[in-house]
């Protein structure tokens, strides 16, 4: 737990907003922290340099308040921070897009926390926009069982049946490609132990 070996770095975040406090930033710090005065641990405070409990370091939180967030903008303060921004394979970063444009955030706001380039979301915008019309493939897109270029080429068939028997065609390739790749990385693995036993071995007779 880095809050109990290096003390609480960041703040938490709150909304204020019709005289109510709401939690937007921070929700793993408070467990984590919620967590360490449960148990009694010994924390470390950065304002002393040293080890004490928990309760004595948390009893009272210093957090950032702000004030009539719009949902939009309690979304974007989520991954403002460097902790948050996101890293992942192209469909998930696919599906974030999709959240953010139905928040309606400013595509500079998602390249930001994304960390892609302006060229590639607007062809992410563009192909959400595209698999909107068949719910189908967008979520096999979004759940990552066929590529962004495999559900751009699929959407470019205007027939709807025809198109829906390419799309399972797609999903039986893909499903192949995963078993093939599946079974070469547990004959790796074979191999590998199977080096590692012989050089063992051949160490004990040496």
Not at 45 to 72: C, F, M
Not at 87 to 94: L, Q, V
Not at 123 to 150: P, S, T
């Amino acid at each position: 737990n880095s809050i109990k070996s290096k003390g609480l770095i960041e703040n938490l975040h709150l909304n204020l907003i019709n005289g109510e406090y709401i939690l937007i930033d921070g929700h793993r710090r408070h467990e984590a922290i919620a967590q360490l005065i449960a148990e009694n641990a010994f924390c470390y405070e950065r304002r002393t340099n040293q080890y004490v409990h928990a309760k004595d370091i948390y009893s009272d939180i210093i957090v950032t308040v702000h004030l009539g967030l719009d949902p939009s903008q309690c979304f974007s303060r989520a991954f403002e921070s460097d902790s948050n921004k996101i890293s992942f394979g192209e469909n998930a970063t696919i599906r974030f897009v999709d959240y953010c444009v139905a928040f309606g955030m400013s595509e500079q706001k998602i390249l930001e926390m994304c960390g892609k380039s302006i060229s590639w979301l607007r062809y992410a915008i563009k192909l959400l926009q595209k698999v909107n019309v068949d719910i189908d493939i967008k979520n096999a897109l979004l759940d990552g069982r066929i590529n962004a270029y495999a559900a751009n080429s699929i959407m470019e068939i205007e027939n709807e049946e025809e198109r829906h028997e390419v799309f399972e065609k797609a999903l039986q390739k893909a499903e192949e490609d995963y078993a093939e790749k599946i079974k070469k990385q547990d004959l790796a693995i074979t191999n590998a132990k199977r080096k590692l036993k012989k050089a063992e071995k051949q160490k004990h007779e040496a």
